[in-house]
């Protein structure tokens, strides 16, 4: 026992240690004024009393948010979850585990004074990003299961057994199920593995350990949720935002000018129906309209008290489709109706606007639109994907900085958007301390990315000139953190980059060990 503990010390004292500070800013902390935001009691009946049928119907959210959300309901009752705030409390416990996982990583790497200093800075800066919403953002899971990830990855890479196998596996499946560009970024890692290993060792055994067993059994499982997905709306893909999320793309190649977004439309042989959308966008706030055009919301907001009811009508959309709509529009439109009126509770949980069938059928016309508009419109699409390219990599790393201090009526515009809540309305204690880390732990993750991304590229040039592919177990890692930061960036420019940079914040693992390899590589 006294040799478990002196060998763990450091990483028994960093998790205590996280878990004070929040226990602190917790406790001394008031959060009665802020809203429970997605978890409202139509969520927690669907997850409690409907979650087969829920998690068959969802396909908004990634089905592991759903599972772990049920876990919650089935432990706790909808008051206890709201009034002691268990989400957050979750995203703590949550975000220590990771944070150990980290630990146990980059100690492999660098002496432990470094990696607690590393480590330390990050526990403080993560803070803000938990209280962000109070924990009720599906993107506080993902630097768990990112960990895990990273974790069960390097793992293999220094030690090949079948046990390293076999939770590789069942960690990519994780990750893949909880956010959709996961499905890409969890193949391309274990492809890259097994390229490696095959090249530079034996052809059977990488073959088998790592080609087959982990990316198949990831396949399969995403295979069948999007058989799913396509079963339900005729869309076979991971989530149905994924159109709504392009779409942004589109609107603000045109500087969101809706006379010439309209001719676009129009030009590229949309339905009807898309273009009557277009045309009659709907919501709660006037200077958003431009964000309905794009979000595909020309449905009606209704005002009721009643929690268990769907928040919107789209019966001004039935009169329109059954006019001048298509054969599949109309029945997708009527099928939303009969849920609206018949099963509220399917309509809950994140963005419940957008789990209606017809954001499927808006989000297929979008993907055409998309690539219609890189041809049509090239250097708007260029421009406004390097310029999210831009805010992406230069506001990322201080998400958490900027989540601590942004006041609520400060701008909002949507490169810059945080959501319009944020702990400046909150004074919590230690808030100039957490502050200080955050932006001293902003600026070494911005210096990390950089010299990740330089390295990366110039390995990638390195390659293709010397043609060779021998490969180091250090270098392979950090290869693979570099191209999943690659895609990251690659995904958020092209496709999603018009709501949020905190998409940042999925890489964030990724950028940190690297930048610890790479501390270690050029001995900064």
């Known amino acids: 026992m006294n040799r478990f503990l002196y060998k763990h010390n450091p990483i028994i004292l960093i998790a205590l240690v996280s878990l004070l500070i929040r226990a602190v800013v917790y406790f001394l902390s008031d959060f009665t004024s802020i809203d429970g935001g997605h978890f409202k009691h139509s969520y927690y009946n669907a997850l409690n009393n409907h979650f087969f049928e829920y998690l068959y119907s969802a396909t908004v959210q990634s089905p592991l948010i759903t599972v772990i959300d049920a876990m919650l309901v089935n432990l706790f009752s909808y008051d206890v979850i709201l009034k002691y705030k268990v989400l957050l409390l979750f995203s703590f416990v949550l975000d220590v585990i990771a944070i150990v996982l980290i630990y146990s990583i980059i100690i492999r790497f660098v002496n432990s004074y470094y990696a607690i200093f590393f480590i330390s800075l990050l526990s403080i800066s993560l803070i803000p990003f938990e209280f962000w919403r109070l924990g009720l953002h599906y993107d506080h899971y993902n630097l768990f299961f990112t960990s895990f990830f990273l974790f069960t990855l390097l793992n293999y890479i220094m030690d090949e057994t079948k046990f390293s196998v076999y939770i590789l596996s069942f960690s990519s499946i994780l990750l893949a199920l909880l956010f959709p560009i996961n499905i890409v970024v969890v193949p391309i890692c274990l492809a890259l593995l097994g390229l490696f290993k095959t090249i530079n060792r034996n052809i059977s055994t990488s073959i088998i350990n790592v080609s087959l067993i982990p990316v198949v059994s990831v396949m399969l499982v995403i295979a069948s949720f999007s058989v799913k997905n396509y079963s339900l709306n005729k869309d076979f893909n991971h989530s149905s935002k994924s159109g709504v999320s392009m779409m942004q793309v589109v609107s603000r190649s045109f500087l969101h000018d809706p006379v010439k977004l309209r001719e676009f439309i129009v030009k590229s042989n949309a339905s009807k129906m898309f273009v009557w959308c277009f045309d009659n966008p709907t919501y709660s706030e006037s200077d958003l309209i431009y964000l309905a055009r794009h979000w595909g919301m020309c449905f009606q907001e209704e005002e009721n008290n009643n929690s268990a009811k769907f928040n919107f009508s789209i019966d001004n959309m039935v009169d329109a489709v059954t006019k001048i709509g298509s054969k599949e529009q109309v029945s997708s439109l009527l099928y939303d109706q009969h849920v609206i009126n018949d099963k509220p509770y399917l309509l809950s949980g994140y963005a419940p606007e957008y789990s209606l069938r017809w954001t499927s059928i808006w989000g297929a016309e979008v993907r055409d639109l998309y690539l219609t508009a890189i041809q049509e419109n090239s250097l708007g699409m260029l421009y406004i994907i390097a310029k999210q390219a831009a805010v992406y990599s230069l506001y990322g790393p ?56 330089l390295n990366f590229f110039t390995y990638l040039f390195r390659v293709v000139f010397s043609r060779s592919l021998n490969i180091s177990k250090y270098d392979l890692f950090l290869l693979i953190l570099s191209t999943v930061i690659f895609l990251n960036l690659i995904v958020y420019s092209t496709l999603v980059g018009g709501e949020h940079y905190r998409y940042f914040m999925h890489s964030l693992a990724y950028v940190f060990i690297g930048g610890v390899l790479i501390f270690r590589k050029f001995r900064l």
């Open 398 to 453: 201080f998400f958490p900085y900027e989540v601590l201090w942004r006041s609520e009526d400060s701008h909002w515009s949507e490169l810059e958007a945080l959501s319009k809540f944020s702990m400046a309305s909150i004074k919590i204690p230690f808030q100039g301390f957490i502050g200080i880390a955050a932006i001293i732990f902003g600026c070494l993750i911005f210096v990390s990315y950089l010299l990740i991304l």
